[in-house]
């Protein structure tokens, strides 16, 4: 993908690093927490998270609803950006200037879609981990690197460890630019739904709902997410280059629920998924990338 160099006055810096805490909800982890960590430990790795959830006294299904209104205190985190510190921060590193490309290109992207729609935009910040930190302190609480890319709508900031790159294209299969531009763009698209209220919506809907009815509206709450990172592709389709839809569809299919459960314990349980299966992750991508139309990403509404 084609993409220009990131604008110098992008909110961009460095996370602080993790302390103590539990983590209070990542606005929709990009491939769920539980899974991906079953993935890399095993049933275990799952087991040792519930428990410490457990021993901070925090609701597991937090994690998956972006626990925290999105109009709660921003809080303060380390190298914040003018232009000199956004240069800083996004030249250390080949991986971090492309996801400043990518988070600036979006930002740029949604900014004209809400003008042209009459709404009121403003743009979330973008937090790395700093090398060799296994953790950082955002808004929504202490999150560990194994928890993969997060939007939290406390603090409106997307939090990413550039090493889960490599994670993307060796563990999963999911190679190239595009797949790793996708990671932005679903990201971005959170912070899309806490700025038009869903986030908040779909949390109070899921503290009166049980555990099965909360992660079906997390899986709503996500795929719409992967639709309107599909519209962002679709506004820049001048940028595209030959097999970057391809590269987006295999990130989609490698992280739906079915296929990462399926690797980690040999079963499926969809009561249990909270982002998707492969076939509607792509699906939504797809819809977002056909139609470059946000009004299209409603997964609110009928069957998903």
Same mark, same amino acid.
């Given at each position: 993908?084609?993409?220009?160099?990131?604008?110098?006055?992008?909110?961009? /810096?460095?996370?602080?690093?993790?302390?103590?805490?539990?983590?209070?909800?990542?606005?929709?982890?990009?491939?769920?927490?539980?899974?991906?960590?079953?993935?890399?430990?095993?049933?275990?790795?799952?087991?040792?998270?519930?428990?410490?959830?457990?021993?901070?006294?925090?609701?597991?299904?937090?994690?998956?609803?972006?626990?925290?209104?999105?109009?709660?205190?921003?809080?303060?985190?380390?190298?914040?950006? /003018?232009?000199?510190?956004?240069?800083?921060?996004?030249?250390?590193?080949?991986?971090?200037?492309?996801?400043?490309?990518?988070?600036? *290109?979006?930002?740029?992207? #949604?900014?004209?879609?809400?003008?042209?729609?009459?709404?009121?935009?403003?743009?979330?910040?973008?937090?790395?981990?700093?090398?060799?930190? *296994?953790?950082?302190?955002?808004?929504?609480?202490?999150?560990?690197?194994?928890?993969?890319?997060?939007?939290?709508?406390?603090?409106?900031?997307?939090?990413?460890?550039?090493?889960?790159?490599?994670?993307?294209? *060796?563990?999963?299969?999911?190679?190239?630019?595009?797949?790793?531009?996708?990671?932005?763009?679903?990201?971005?698209?959170?912070?899309?739904?806490?700025?038009?209220?869903?986030?908040?919506?779909?949390?109070?809907? &899921?503290?009166?709902?049980?555990?099965?009815?909360?992660?079906?509206?997390?899986?709503?709450?996500?795929? &719409?997410?992967?639709?309107?990172?599909?519209? #962002?592709?679709?506004?820049?389709?001048?940028?595209?280059?030959?097999?970057?839809?391809?590269?987006?569809?295999?990130?989609?299919?490698?992280?739906?629920?079915?296929?990462?459960?399926?690797?980690?314990?040999?079963?499926?349980?969809?009561?249990?998924?909270?982002?998707?299966?492969?076939?509607?992750?792509?699906? #939504?991508?797809?819809?977002?990338?056909?139609?470059?139309?946000?009004?299209?990403?409603?997964?609110?509404?009928?069957?998903?």
């Amino acid at each position: 993908m084609r993409l220009d160099d990131y604008d110098n006055d992008i909110d961009v /810096g460095e996370a602080q690093s993790g302390g103590g805490g539990g983590f209070g909800g990542g606005g929709g982890l990009l491939f769920g927490l539980l899974p991906l960590i079953g993935s890399r430990f095993g049933c275990g790795g799952i087991v040792v998270v519930l428990i410490i959830l457990a021993v901070v006294g925090m609701n597991p299904l937090s994690l998956l609803t972006g626990g925290g209104s999105g109009n709660a205190p921003v809080t303060q985190s380390a190298g914040s950006s /003018g232009s000199e510190g956004a240069r800083q921060t996004c030249e250390a590193s080949p991986e971090r200037r492309e996801a400043c490309q990518a988070f600036s *290109n979006a930002e740029n992207t #949604w900014e004209k879609i809400f003008a042209d729609n009459g709404q009121r935009f403003s743009a979330p910040g973008l937090r790395f981990f700093r090398p060799g930190a *296994n953790s950082v302190t955002s808004g929504c609480g202490t999150a560990p690197s194994a928890a993969g890319p997060f939007y939290c709508p406390s603090d409106r900031r997307i939090y990413l460890d550039t090493r889960f790159f490599d994670e993307l294209a *060796n563990k999963f299969g999911a190679k190239g630019d595009f797949a790793r531009n996708y990671v932005i763009a679903h990201e971005f698209g959170h912070h899309i739904q806490t700025l038009l209220g869903t986030s908040d919506q779909v949390r109070r809907a &899921q503290q009166a709902a049980g555990e099965a009815q909360g992660n079906a509206l997390s899986v709503r709450l996500e795929l &719409q997410a992967d639709c309107y990172a599909g519209v #962002w592709a679709a506004k820049n389709r001048d940028r595209l280059e030959p097999g970057d839809v391809e590269e987006g569809m295999t990130a989609a299919r490698a992280i739906g629920d079915d296929t990462l459960q399926r690797e980690s314990t040999g079963r499926v349980v969809p009561d249990s998924f909270t982002h998707g299966s492969s076939e509607q992750r792509m699906r #939504w991508l797809r819809r977002g990338m056909e139609t470059g139309d946000p009004a299209q990403c409603d997964t609110f509404s009928g069957a998903i």
